[in-house]
């Protein structure tokens, strides 16, 4: 699976962006789709991930409430809906493709496929 991040940028506290990722090379719907994020000298951490039918989204907890994942199976696309933006929400965000459940525990799919990466910036 190949993955292609967009959506990032610069956006003051408080306001929203929607990241998107689009896939190709496989089939989309027989994938979990996941969105991770890392700042500078720090992991990259789970943000959210979504099922491969689109039922079923967790989140980590920082992002309850504020994010969304949501995916459109016809069009291949996975994407993170973010609100009420804080300034340290700032990182690079990559999406993720796995064919397990790994990334619903918030963990790093250990066969997973990752896209480049999109920052996105929170000024306060």
């Known amino acids: 699976v190949q993955l292609q991040a967009s959506g990032g940028g610069l956006v003051q506290a408080g306001g929203s962006l929607r990241l998107s990722c689009a896939a190709s090379g496989r089939t989309f719907s027989n994938y979990a789709m996941g969105w991770f994020r890392q700042a500078p000298g720090k992991e990259r951490e789970f943000v959210a991930a979504?099922?491969?039918?689109?039922?079923?989204?967790y989140y980590t907890d920082s992002v309850k409430g504020r994010f969304t994942i949501f995916r459109d199976n016809a069009k291949n696309m996975v994407y993170l809906q973010m609100n009420s933006l804080k300034p340290e929400d700032t990182a690079v965000y990559y999406c993720a493709a796995e064919r397990g459940g790994t990334m619903y525990s918030g963990n790093l799919p250990p066969r997973g496929y990752w896209g480049q990466g999109t920052q996105v910036t929170v000024s306060s």
């Open positions: 979504i099922s491969p039918g689109g039922g079923s989204a």
